[in-house]
C-alpha cells in the first residue's frame, strides 16, 4: 500500500505543468520516500515492465530511475529483483522538528552584526562611483582583447600572486599617484579588498591577537577581524585620525593596526604626519594595515596625491591594501595587497596556499586600461564632476539642516552630517527608504552603544541637478 501511494504521485498535474520529466519524478518519489521512512529497507519494488504498464511510462524511463538510485545506495538488486537498499534511514518524525537553534553558528559568527541592505543604486548610497559614466565602450575593448587572446592558462587558476601585466600597471600607478614606492613583485591581486582585508587577519595574527580599529570604522574591516577570532580595540578618531594615546600603546599593544589614513571612514579626516611617523615607530613587531579606501579622489589638493604610509618608509611593516572599486566598478571585485620586500616570500606563499587566483582575463584587461592611460582619463573627467556634486551637496544640506555640522569631503565620494539628538539617524534613514533615498546611520558604524547621530551621504550616483530635490525627501 505505501508504493502505490508513492507511485500514484507519478500522475500529478502540478508536476505535468511543470514540465517535469516522467523519470526524473518516479526518481524524486522514492528517493524522498525511502529518506522519509514511507518505504521501509527491504521494501520490494515492481519489475520495470510491470511499473511501466501500471502507470503509463516508457519502461526505458523505468530503468534509468532504478539505475540512478541503484548507483547512489538508495536501491539493491539481487536475483528476485530491487528493493529499498537495506541502510539506515530515519523515519521522519510525525510532527515537524523545531528549526535548529542560533548557536549552531560558532562563537565568532554570533558575534558579526548584521550586514547593511543591498541598495548600492538608489541616491546617497555611499561608497558607489557613477555607475553610468564609466567609460563601457573602452572596457569592453581591451576585454574583448583579453578574451581573444584566451589559452588554456587563462581559464585555468590564475597566476600566483595575479597576472604579471596586472602587476606592473599596479606598481607603477601607485608610484605615479599615492607615492607607494614598491616593485611589481611586492603586489599580489586578490579577489575585492574582504579577501585582502582577511588574508592579513589570518596570514599575519593569531586567534586572540589585538588588533586595533579605528572608531568610527569601516564595519567590513571590524567583521573580518571578528571571524579571525581577533580581540579588537576601538580608538577614537578626532579630525587628525586614529588618535591612541600612550597609556593605550602600553596597556594593549597591538599585533595589528588598521587604519585608513588619507580619508578615515566613515568621518573623512586625514591622519596627519605626525601620527603616521608615530605608528610607524611604535608598531615594533605588529603591523599596520593601510587600507586606501575611498581616497582615490582628492578634492582638497586636486591633482597632488595623498601620500601613503608605505611611502614613508618603504621597508616598515606596512601592508597596503586598495581596491578598484571606486574607480572602476564594484563588481569587479580586483584588489591588491603590496607587502614589505623582505615579506614577499613568505607572504606570496601563504597567500597561495590560502587562495586560488581567478580573472585572469579581467586582470589583463584591467592591466592594458591602465597602460593605455584610460583610467588616469577616467578618473581626471570624474573629478571636477564629482566636486560639483559635493558643493551641491553641501549648501543643500546647510539651507535644510540649519547649523547641523559637515564632516569629511577632502576625499572619496560622501559627506557625514551631524544631527542633533532629537533627529534620531536610524529613524530618518528608515523614512528616507520610504522615499526612495538611500544613507546611512552614523551611529551604526561605532562598535560601542554611545556613537556618534548623523547621516553618510555619497554623492557618486547624485548627479548634481537631482540632489536639491533629494535632500528634501531626507529632511524630516
Wanted: aromatic share 8%.
Amino acid at each position: 500500500m505505501p508504493l502505490e501511494l508513492v507511485l500514484r504521485a507519478l500522475h500529478d498535474p502540478a508536476a505535468d505543468r511543470q514540465r517535469e520529466p516522467r523519470q526524473a519524478r518516479l526518481c524524486r518519489l522514492l528517493k524522498e520516500a525511502i529518506l522519509s521512512g514511507r518505504l521501509a529497507p527491504g521494501t520490494r519494488l515492481p519489475g520495470s515492465r510491470r511499473l511501466a504498464e501500471d502507470y503509463a511510462m516508457a519502461r526505458n524511463g523505468v530503468l534509468f530511475a532504478y539505475q540512478q538510485l541503484l548507483a547512489e545506495g538508495f536501491l539493491e538488486a539481487d536475483r528476485g529483483g530491487t528493493r529499498v537498499g537495506r541502510l539506515p534511514f530515519r523515519r521522519a518524525a510525525a510532527e515537524p522538528s523545531a528549526p535548529p537553534p542560533v548557536s549552531f553558528l560558532a562563537q565568532r559568527a554570533r558575534r558579526l552584526p548584521a550586514a547593511a541592505r543591498d541598495e548600492s543604486f538608489l541616491p546617497f548610497a555611499p561608497g558607489v562611483p557613477d555607475l553610468n559614466a564609466f567609460p563601457w565602450r573602452a572596457w569592453a575593448k581591451v576585454l574583448q582583447r583579453a578574451w581573444s587572446e584566451v589559452s588554456a592558462r587563462q581559464v585555468a587558476y590564475a597566476e600566483p600572486g595575479g597576472e604579471p601585466e596586472l602587476r606592473r600597471a599596479v606598481a607603477a600607478f601607485l608610484a605615479a599617484r599615492r607615492g607607494v614606492a614598491c616593485t611589481p613583485e611586492q603586489v599580489f591581486v586578490v579577489p575585492g579588498g574582504q579577501t585582502a582585508l582577511d588574508a592579513c587577519a589570518r596570514l599575519l595574527a593569531d586567534a586572540g591577537d589585538t588588533v586595533w580599529l579605528e572608531e568610527p570604522g569601516y564595519a567590513p574591516a571590524r567583521n573580518v577581524m571578528l571571524a579571525a577570532g581577533l580581540r579588537t580595540v576601538h580608538v577614537p578618531v578626532d579630525e587628525d585620525g586614529m588618535a591612541p594615546g600612550a597609556a593605550l600603546w602600553r596597556a594593549s599593544p597591538p599585533r595589528l593596526v588598521y587604519v585608513t589614513p588619507s580619508h578615515q571612514y566613515p568621518l573623512g579626516s586625514v591622519l596627519s604626519l605626525e601620527r603616521r611617523l608615530d605608528l610607524l615607530n611604535r608598531i615594533g613587531g605588529g603591523w599596520l594595515i593601510e587600507d586606501d579606501y575611498d581616497s582615490d579622489f582628492n578634492h582638497a589638493r586636486p591633482g597632488a596625491p595623498l601620500p601613503a604610509i608605505q611611502g614613508l618608509r618603504p621597508d616598515a611593516p606596512v601592508i597596503y591594501v586598495g581596491t578598484f572599486s571606486k574607480l572602476l566598478y564594484p563588481g569587479l571585485r580586483i584588489a591588491y595587497l603590496v607587502v614589505p620586500r623582505w615579506a614577499v616570500r613568505e607572504i606570496g606563499e601563504a597567500l597561495r596556499a590560502l587562495h586560488r587566483g581567478g580573472q585572469a582575463m579581467e586582470q589583463r584587461a584591467l592591466a592594458r586600461f591602465i597602460d593605455g592611460g584610460q583610467l588616469t582619463r577616467h578618473v581626471r573627467r570624474m573629478a571636477p564632476i564629482y566636486r560639483e556634486r559635493q558643493a551641491v551637496l553641501r549648501t543643500e544640506l546647510r539651507a535644510r539642516f540649519g547649523g547641523c555640522e559637515i564632516l569629511g569631503g577632502q576625499a572619496g565620494l560622501h559627506l557625514v552630517l551631524r544631527l542633533p539628538a532629537s533627529l534620531p539617524d536610524t529613524a530618518l534613514v528608515e523614512a528616507a527608504l520610504r522615499r526612495g533615498v538611500v544613507a546611512r546611520a552614523l551611529s551604526t558604524y561605532y562598535a560601542g552603544p554611545d556613537g556618534g547621530n548623523g547621516l553618510l551621504l555619497g554623492y557618486g550616483m547624485a548627479a548634481a541637478e537631482r540632489i536639491p530635490e533629494l535632500v528634501g525627501r531626507l529632511a524630516p
